[in-house]
């Protein structure tokens, strides 16, 4: 069973049209959950850590919130240069609180 | 470098045949990931260094896969007799303390 399960798996989007990509997780005893854009080609990139509910943070049109079961990571305005796929993490407490769980992905594409 | 460093970047190899992936960590990162990313797949765990030490090894797929770290910085992962499902993109991160992930560009393998 999978632990994070993000939607949608794809998602197009005019520029400037906002949206929200969703990761859920069902672990219990959650240490942070983070969330990576990945262009292609490339690796993973940091974007956000949240560690409890209620949480939120902030990048320019990016931002992430959490509750006790899932993540939301909201586009507002995008743009096309914020086409890449969106990657969410799930780091666990004791005894393998130094790795993190992925979700598959949101493959986001922004059109101009 | 200000980053992780994987060599090669490419690297297309005959069915059966041993090959070596390296990792240059971020200098002072005590953790060392390597990871897994298959197409339409998220990114699998495979090995967890700290320092030269790998206290997490449950990930490798099989004994065909090993890895080693050395003086606290490079890693090395080989894959001996490689296998057509090997074909893969393998991501090395290293952290601080177990916080945030920085992830090199990964390396494509392409087994014939």
């Known amino acids: 069973e999978d632990q994070v399960t993000q939607s949608p798996e794809a998602l197009r989007l005019q520029e400037g049209e906002s949206s929200s990509l969703n990761c859920s997780y069902t672990?219990?005893?959650?240490?942070?959950l983070f969330w990576y854009r990945q262009d292609p080609g490339k690796g993973p990139e940091f974007l956000f850590t949240?560690?409890?509910a209620g949480e939120e943070k902030e990048k320019e049109r990016l931002k992430a919130t959490l509750t006790k079961k899932e993540s939301f990571l909201h586009i507002t305005a995008p743009k096309p240069e914020d086409s890449a796929t969106y990657l969410c993490?799930?780091?666990?407490?004791?005894?393998?609180?130094?790795?993190?769980?992925f979700g598959k992905g949101t493959l986001l594409t922004v059109n101009p | 470098g200000a980053g992780v460093s994987q060599s090669p970047s490419n690297k297309v190899t005959e069915k059966g045949k041993d090959v070596e992936l390296r990792c240059d960590p971020i200098?002072?990162?005590?953790?060392l990931y390597w990871y897994r990313q298959s197409l339409g797949q998220g990114l699998e765990f495979l090995i967890y260094?700290?320092?030269?030490?790998?206290?997490?090894k449950s990930g490798l797929p099989s004994d065909r896969f090993s890895a080693e770290r050395t003086g606290g910085s490079v890693s090395t992962l080989t894959i001996q007799r490689t296998q057509q499902e090997d074909s893969a993109v393998y991501l090395c991160?290293?952290?601080?303390?177990?916080?945030?992930?920085?992830f090199g560009s990964g390396t494509q393998l392409s087994v014939l």
């Open positions: 993490a799930v780091r666990l407490g004791g005894g393998s609180n130094y790795k993190l769980t």
């Open positions: 260094f700290q320092g030269n030490s790998a206290p997490d």
């Open positions: 200098s002072g990162h005590t953790a």
């Open positions: 949240l560690y409890s």
């Open positions: 991160a290293s952290s601080l303390y177990n916080e945030k992930l920085f």
């Open positions: 672990v219990s005893g959650l240490r942070g």
